[in-house]
């Protein structure tokens, strides 16, 4: 017997404000590592993907490894289109959050780190796949071409809003952009995406769903039924987890406990699953290939941890000042996936500095015209004239008498 | 036909007439539901519309809203109304809210069936009656038949509808009616002619009450289980009581409620569920603002006491046909 007293463990991030950011817990594995598994995979299989980093640019901006090869020869296009998507989501970020800094909008939330994820992740699906999001996937919208006007409208709740004003800023739905309807709730819809894609599999469809949650939400219990079910009934469904690494001002060692990783814990699951560098705009595309290929040979579902860094706030009420070092969003150590894409791209002649920024300002001067324009229709600053009986319709499909009797108390 | 045959029977024509439509939930495929009303589904149609699942509320009711959204029409069975509460979530912010947060591009063709209420010796998580915690929900239909021919009729209407429904299903009228006495032989569908139940494909439509007795001295309004039981207690009394059916609580027949409170002038209300904040208290409201001037006494409430369901003194909780009667003569009295 020792004298030893039982003790409760309390996770904390190597670093709090006032302290230099500290990377040194997190092993990275050199790029270009690990192979490209077969389609169908198994989880036992799985199990150096699960707990590895799965990279194709190295520290120098090179492409490297069999995921490299995975992409192809020419890579040129998928690059391009990369780049113009990541730096129009930050466009799009850094307007809005000026935006709801002048109140025009209630509430906005960045994906500032993470737009590699998102923008290589869509382009690799195809059209009738259906995402369904967190709020931090304005990304796939983006590299979707979903009109900027429809986005714009949703922040500023005016008449270009396809939800009419009902969703808080930033909770879109785009059904035929394959953007599933975001509840706001956390995890919820993890689950739903797999029964969407069991309706794909005993539809034949030939379709699939996506599922995404962050490293937060995975305490959630949908989280865990969902990776049951699709455990379970094998459905065509790619369940992503973005390990941003905070849940708004909890470390992630408090969704993980001593966990190895959140691919891990899906692997427990019996779902074959991968960790992947989501600051490496070449690594997530070619894994969310991949991906898109076994589910189109049927071979079950697939978990994808998605490693990057929350550099934003958690939203526009969030100071994250208040919780982690000052500059720890330039210090994570897998970069910046936009820098990252940049440099591997001059490496490659296909691009310089000076383009960037000249695309960097047009992208700029291009979103910030549409913000211009849908901005006329109205902001909270100038609000909207409102359709105050829109409240009542689509609460059910034909409206009931007692909300029928309700609209007319309202003056309709 | 019992009305677990009848639920069956349902689900059999629902399955037949739309391939859209899929059944599962826990222990309803192989074996058929713990209550049986899935039996023999899953060997006429198949594993691919009718299966077992996971022991988790809230993935059996989250996975089906994402088919519902797809475009199926998911029939899911919680295997008690007990059980639903980790699935309380998805339904209330997610099933009952995907068409009008999506502005309609979504929507959730979703019924989810749900045994309720007492009677059986379930103790108190085998006999709750939870409804009122779905009324409250806007996008939420909830339905409470309380025979097999309604059970059938409401079902089929209840799958083919366009937004979520909550099914209850009164467990103690499973296999026959019952008129509150638990001491009294029991009684089957086949000697009641509401145990008649027509073959093939029929619909009873969401939102219509039904006067099961005809009165002019007061008005009983009464679901499920307490249809027979108030049925029962106005024989007892020899009161002239009008007994009626809601069948459906969202929406609420109002039109066939006023109608007749305006005609008697009094009206007690019964329900199995806790009274504070019960669903007779929206009854309550609703009567007295559209009848106030044809009230000729304060409307009575019968209902589950507000404690926990218990064991052992089951029918000193349920709501019998003594309180009943008490209540109908103390309305009669002003």
């Not at chain 1, 969704?255 to 699951?269: D, E, I, L, V």
């Not at chain 2, 108030?230 to 409620?257: C, K, M």
Request: hydrophobic letters at 40%; aromatic letters at 8%; a negative charge.
């Amino acid at each position: 017997m020792t004298d030893r007293k039982v003790k409760l463990t309390y996770p904390h991030p190597p670093a709090r404000p006032g302290e230099d950011p500290d990377f040194s817990g997190i092993t990275i594995p050199e790029a270009g590592l690990l192979d490209v598994p077969p389609l169908d995979l198994d989880a036992r299989g799985s199990r150096p993907y699960a707990n590895g980093l799965i990279r194709v640019l190295d520290d120098d901006g090179n492409a490297v490894g069999p995921w490299a090869e995975y992409l192809g020869e020419d890579t040129e296009t998928l690059m391009r289109r990369g780049l113009r998507d990541m730096l129009r989501m930050r466009a799009i970020d850094r307007r809005m959050m000026t935006a709801q800094r002048q109140g025009k909008t209630s509430f906005y939330m960045q994906c500032t780190g993470e737009e590699a994820v998102g923008c290589a992740f869509q382009r690799q699906m195809e059209p009738g796949d259906m995402n369904f999001p967190t709020y931090r996937q304005q990304t796939l919208l983006v590299a979707a071409d979903y009109p900027l006007e429809m986005m714009f409208g949703q922040f500023y709740s005016n008449d270009l809003d396809p939800l009419n004003g009902r969703q808080l800023p930033v909770l879109h739905s785009a059904r035929d952009f394959g953007f599933f309807t975001i509840s706001g709730n956390l995890g919820t819809q993890y689950v739903q995406a797999v029964g969407w894609a069991m309706a794909n599999a005993l539809s034949g469809d030939r379709k699939i769903a996506t599922a995404w949650i962050g490293d937060g939400a995975t305490a959630s219990n949908d989280f865990h039924g969902a990776l049951l079910m699709a455990s379970v009934y094998q459905p065509p469904v790619i369940l992503n987890v973005v390990n941003n690494q905070w849940a708004i001002s909890t470390y992630t060692g408090v969704a993980t406990g001593k966990a190895r990783t959140y691919a891990a814990r899906m692997r427990g699951y019996g779902i074959p699953s991968l960790r992947v560098d989501g600051n490496d705009f070449l690594a997530v595309a070619a894994v969310a290939r991949w991906a898109r290929r076994r589910m189109r040979e049927g071979f079950g579902p697939v978990g994808v941890e998605w490693f990057t860094y929350r550099v934003a706030a958690h939203s526009s009420s969030d100071d994250p000042s208040a919780y982690r070092p000052k500059d720890d969003g330039a210090a994570w150590p897998l970069g910046d996936p936009i820098e990252r894409l940049k440099t591997h791209m001059i490496a490659k002649g296909l691009w310089s500095e000076e383009r960037h920024a000249q695309a960097q300002a047009q992208i700029l001067d291009e979103v910030t015209q549409v913000q211009k324009r849908v901005e006329a229709h109205g902001t909270l600053v100038n609000p909207p004239p409102t359709n105050p009986a829109d409240i009542f319709k689509d609460v059910y499909a034909e409206m009931p008498d007692h909300l029928r009797r309700q609209r007319q108390e309202m003056g309709y | 036909m019992t009305m677990i045959e009848a639920l069956r029977d349902a689900m059999d024509v629902a399955l037949e007439r739309d391939p859209s439509v899929v059944v599962f939930g826990e222990d309803v495929g192989y074996f058929g539901g713990v209550f049986r009303c899935t039996a023999g589904l899953q060997e006429k149609y198949g594993e691919e519309r009718v299966f077992d699942t996971p022991i988790s509320e809230s993935a059996i009711v989250g996975a089906a809203i994402g088919m519902a959204a797809h475009g199926m029409r998911p029939c899911v069975e919680v295997q008690f109304a007990d059980y639903m509460y980790p699935a309380y979530d998805q339904i209330t912010q997610e099933a009952a809210r995907l068409r009008h947060r999506s502005n309609g591009q979504f929507t959730c063709p979703l019924v989810i069936r749900m045994p309720t209420g007492g009677g059986i010796y379930g103790g108190q998580t085998h006999s709750q009656s939870p409804e009122a915690l779905f009324t409250h929900v806007a996008g939420l239909k909830t339905v409470v038949p309380s025979n097999p021919q309604d059970a059938k009729g409401l079902l089929i209407a209840a799958i083919e509808d366009p937004d979520p429904v909550i099914f209850l299903e009164p467990k103690r009228l499973y296999n026959g009616p019952f008129h509150g006495d638990h001491t009294g032989k029991s009684v089957s569908w086949a000697s009641d002619a509401r145990g008649d139940v027509r073959e093939g494909y029929y619909k009873t439509p969401l939102g219509k009450a039904r006067v099961t007795r005809e009165g002019a001295a007061v008005t009983v309004l009464a679901y499920g289980t307490m249809v027979y039981v108030a049925e029962a207690a106005v024989q007892n009394s020899g009161i002239d009581a009008e007994v009626i059916d809601l069948r459906t609580l969202l929406p609420l027949d109002l039109e066939t409620i006023v109608t007749s409170v305006e005609k008697t002038g009094r009206c007690v209300i019964v329900h199995e569920a806790t009274k504070t904040s019960g669903f007779g208290a929206e009854l309550i409201a609703e009567v007295q603002e559209a009848c106030f001037y044809h009230l000729e006494a304060p409307i009575e409430r019968v209902c589950g006491w507000d404690a926990p369901y218990p064991h052992a003194q089951e029918w000193d909780y349920f709501p019998g046909p003594d309180r009943i009667e008490r209540a109908l003569r103390k309305v009669l009295e002003v």
